[in-house]
Structure formats: structure tokens, C-alpha cells
């Protein structure tokens, strides 16, 4: 009973946080605040993904999915990451095959970009954050280094493409 209380209260804090990111990712669109940040993040962006065109909303989603990352909304991030990859796969020519978009937006995921650690780590830690902040900028750009020339490297080489 103890755990099914626990997962009710789980269950309803997630659709909570899911709600009002897809909420506020609905205002920043219509606001016009989600081009401006494709707009400014594009240059780095546009090196990392080049096979997206150019104003796609593919790169909104993808740069709001990597900035809740960054600040340590893993929660929110999710309907990011998975909506961007729906817009990939719209624009993927082989519907069977995950693009390089697709993997490097999954890698770049898994790298677990973050800047500001979860509250829970904190909180169940007792730690300030100026005690980890030098810690967790060292591992997240390494993670993301590996992540992005794992992707690059292992995307050009034939073994593992499927052409």
C-alpha cells in the first residue's frame, strides 16, 4: 500500500512537470522566445546537425531539449527529446534507419549534459553547489566530447552504416 501511495504521487508530480513544460513550450512558440533562441544557438547547432534545413522546428525542439539538460530537468527534457525526434524522422529518408541527426541528438542525450545537478542530489547530499560545480562542468564536457566524436567517428565508418 506503502509503495502504490508512492507511485501515485510519482506518477502525478511527473505528469505535473511534463504539463507545464509542454505548456510553456506551447507560449514560447507562439511568442516568437523559441526562434530567437534557434537563432542564436543555430551557429553551434548548425555544426552539429547540418543534415536538419534550415528553420525546421526540429531545431527548436532539439535546442530546448538540450537546455532543460543542461539545467538539470531531466523531466522536462523528455517530451523535448522525443518530439525533436519525431520532426527527424520526418525529414529521415530511410524511415528504417536512424539518421545522424537522430544518433547524434541521442548521444548528445545520453552524455547527460548538465550544468545545475538535480535538487534531490543536493538535498539528499547535503552538499552546496559551489562544492560540485567544478566536478560537474569537468564531466559533463568530457561525457559530451566522447558523446560527439563517438557519433561522428562511428557514423562514417562503413561497419556501421546500413547504406
Known sequence: IDFADTAISLALGLVGVLALWMGILAIAEAAGT???????????????????????????????????????????A???????????????????????????????????VQLVPPVVLVAVMGLQINQLIFAIIAVTGISLGVAITAARVLGKMKRYRQD
Not at 534550415?54 to 539538460?69: E, Q, R, S
Open 34 to 76: 523559441l526562434h530567437a533562441l534557434v537563432r542564436f544557438t543555430q551557429p553551434l547547432i548548425r555544426r552539429l546537425f547540418p543534415d536538419i534545413p534550415k528553420d525546421h522546428p526540429a531545431m527548436g525542439l532539439i535546442v530546448l531539449n538540450l537546455t532543460a539538460n543542461v539545467l538539470g530537468l531531466g523531466n522536462a
Open 78 to 112: 523528455t517530451p523535448f527529446g522525443i518530439k525533436a525526434m519525431e520532426e527527424l524522422q520526418k525529414i529521415n529518408d530511410k524511415p528504417d534507419t536512424a539518421s545522424d541527426s537522430m544518433v547524434m541528438l541521442l548521444a548528445m542525450n545520453t552524455a547527460s
